[in-house]
């Protein structure tokens, strides 16, 4: 790859609803990153956004995108079904790419991003963007510290309520998403608990469509090991009564909880005392993540968020989902009759 302009230029393919706050605005407001073109498939659409946003150029192509001269990178914010026809083009433009998660519909998807990217030369992101935030900043850094002492065990649990009248769209159609939320929600905790505790070892889960509003999994169970052979449980209910979202990892020493998806103070809890730490997402929360990813474009450090990373999360999903679509390493979406956790 030849060295980075000054400024790194973006490109977005999908300028939908994630990037109106979460993420757009990152590629504005980051220290050495401009916007310069964004992409809908309905021409309109793509100008509505950038007339609002003060984007000079739009397209309702993203061939032209990809291939345009003052496109650096390129950020994918498409469904994830999408993702690998999309980068693979990106890659062969000789493009950094930035890929929304999850990275793509599947862990064999995901290993073909990373090849041809690899092979190419050409740096590879994903948009598993707690990495950045303080939050989680502050609970590696406890973790990294000792101040939990030897990890024992992990726990996450996850429950929203199931609601017939509100319809998640793609992202329950495998097609589209390569599964049910718990490819959508479900990999930010998976991701973000490698990213405090290191890769996670020997996946393995069950899933099954409890409320029979959609065809895909509405409740996974996963199990796994850390690599000093501490266990972790995690649960994911879309189809439950209440809410829930509460990660727990316990040490000898103390015990770390938070969320994955609110806002409240990080809270760490020994035998006779608890600490909090308030560290509130910013409005853009993907900016931090940029940031990381503008700067290792320019030499200056390294995103923590690669596609190899991001590729491990998707396998890690896939150990949960396998025995309920008879197998992740073909085109399963395309088989929904022949799912076993379906019949």
Known sequence: M????????????????VCEVKSGPGFQNAQGSALTMVMRRTPLMAEDYA???????????????????????????????????????????????????????????????????????????VA???????????????????ALGEIKTVEYQWEGVA?????????????????????????????????????????????????????VEDRVDLQFTLNNDAAGTATWNFSGEQHADLMTITGELATLRLSTFGNEPVRLKTTDREETFDLPNPQTIQQPLIQTIVDSLHGGGACPSTGETAARTSHVMDAALQDYYGGRGDEFWSRPDTWPGRQ
């Not at 030849?2 to 609803?17: D, E, M």
């Not at 900043?137 to 406890?142: E, F, Q, T």
Request: some cysteine.
């Open 51 to 125: 007339t609002r946003h003060g984007v000079p150029n739009w397209t309702g192509d993203a061939g032209d995108l990809i291939e345009d001269a003052d496109v650096d990178a390129v950020y994918i914010a498409t469904p994830p079904g999408t993702h690998l026809d999309y980068a693979l083009k990106v890659c062969a433009a000789g493009k950094p790419c930035y890929v929304e998660k999850p990275m793509a519909r599947s862990g064999m998807e995901c290993d073909q991003m990373v090849k041809a990217f690899a092979d190419a030369g050409v740096p590879l992101f």
């Open 163 to 215: 609601d017939a009248d509100n319809d998640p769209g793609w992202r329950v159609q495998a097609e589209h998403a390569g599964g049910g939320l718990f490819l959508d929600l479900g990999s930010h905790t998976l991701d973000i608990l490698e990213y405090l505790l290191g890769p996670l070892q020997n996946p393995t889960g069950n899933a099954c469509n409890a409320a029979g509003l959609y065809a």
């Open 2 to 17: 030849s060295s980075p302009p000054p400024i790194i230029r973006w490109g977005i393919l999908g300028c939908g609803n």
């Open 128 to 146: 598993y963007y707690r990495r950045g935030l303080p939050r989680f900043l502050k609970a590696k850094a406890l973790i990294g510290s000792g």
